[in-house]
């Protein structure tokens, strides 16, 4: 059974601080994702890394994905109220569908002004 | 393009009765994806249908089922149900044309089991 840990699984910070979220496992995945998710709605698609190494970057936020495929992190810099919410990674295993993701526990980011 | 929409979006019911979800993908969209999201254990896969078909399948016991119709629209059934079973189950759905697309998630039914 593939597993994913999420650290910290929780975190308030002060608007403007940077922070990073980490998502490990021990089992290599082919490609692995980032959700973000508000109360009342479905987790919605950050960002799918797929290379070992493999950096992105989206605004203020930066993901990398581990050069074994195993792990991940998220950076946010200047964190924003708005970057409020659940933030899940999810790991696609052998063969690499999409179809059955292997979610991580999440990490509920507060963000006060 | 609409969403994907799930009804209803909360539910209560009582232990040993029965349930029935419903998932309209995105047009187009021809997979289906269902999960289980609990404060507990997080989000886990339930099951993954295309063309009516299921084609991936979760951890859980024979209790949860479902079932996809031709136009797409999925259902979930939950047979005697169990304190255990709150939660909030989400459907995804996907084209289906390659293996890594997007999955785009609908915004739940939240179940409670009384």
């Known amino acids: 059974t593939q597993l994913l840990e999420q650290s910290p699984q929780f975190l308030s910070i002060q608007e403007g601080e940077n922070l990073t979220v980490y998502c490990n496992s021990s089992?290599?995945?082919?490609?692995l994702q980032w959700y973000r998710q508000e109360p009342g709605e479905g987790p919605v698609l950050l960002v799918t890394?797929?290379?070992?190494?493999e950096v992105k970057k989206l605004k203020r936020l930066t993901f990398q994905f581990g050069d074994a495929r195993k792990d991940s992190s998220l950076h946010i810099t200047a964190a924003q109220p708005g970057d409020t919410g659940l933030y899940l990674c999810?790991?696609?295993?052998?063969?690499?569908?999409?179809?059955?993701?292997?979610f991580g526990k999440g990490t509920l980011l507060t963000v006060n002004p | 393009k609409a969403g994907v929409t799930q009804t209803p979006r909360y539910l209560i019911k009582t232990r040993g009765q029965q349930v029935t979800l419903s998932c309209s993908p995105i047009?187009?969209?021809?997979?289906v994806s269902w999960y289980q999201q609990t404060p507990g254990q997080g989000l886990q896969f339930l099951f993954e249908?295309?063309?009516?078909?299921?084609?991936n399948k979760g951890n859980f016991p024979g209790r949860f089922s479902g079932r996809q119709f031709s136009n797409s629209r999925s259902e979930m059934n939950v047979s005697t149900l169990e304190l255990g079973d709150s939660a909030l189950y989400l459907c995804?759905?996907?084209?289906?044309?390659?293996?890594?697309?997007?999955?785009?998630f609908g915004p739940g039914t939240r179940l409670l089991v009384l």
């Open positions: 890394v797929v290379t070992g190494g």
């Open positions: 089992s290599v995945f082919s490609s």
């Open positions: 047009s187009g969209h021809r997979s």
């Open positions: 995804a759905s996907s084209p289906a044309t390659l293996l890594r697309e997007t999955q785009y």
């Open positions: 999810a790991g696609a295993g052998s063969g690499g569908s999409n179809y059955k993701l292997t």
């Open positions: 249908y295309f063309s009516e078909t299921q084609r």
